[in-house]
């Protein structure tokens, strides 16, 4: 069994800069009232949608984030692991779920797809490109990968799916 050692959140690389420049732009377009973050980490882009008036937030990660660094509150975080399917038993507005997916194995692809989809019909997914390289990386793919992998699921649940 190939070992890997536990994801590290640290203030560094986890801030709050890239939600603050990202974040406005989308709020032009498209204004949530209630956001779930999936892959979440320390609450940064959850933090800033706040700062934007969002009022109802849910941060989704597992047990391995240290809850001393959390910009959100205890009862703003759910632990969970993202390898399964979850329900958190409520809609929101928008979903965020960015660089997360290269982090859990191939199987676990139409876990996190269902996961997304249940809470929201609005989402926005990033995930690393093939080569990309970071902590804990062990499902890079190219875009497409993950558009011919999850389009038709999606479109079969209605979904129009974006390229930005």
Known sequence: MLFRSPYIHDEIVHNPDAAGQVLPVLFEIYKPSSILDVGCGLGNWIQV??????????????SYVNRSLLKITEDEFVEKDLKEKFDLNQKFDLVICLEVAEHLPPESANYLVNSLTLHADVILF??????QGGQNHTNEQWPEYRSEEHTSELQSRQYLVCRL
Request: charged share 20%.
């Open 126 to 131: 990033s995930a690393a490109v093939l080569g």
């Open 49 to 62: 949608a706040k700062e934007l008036g969002v009022q109802k937030v849910v941060g989704v990660d597992g």
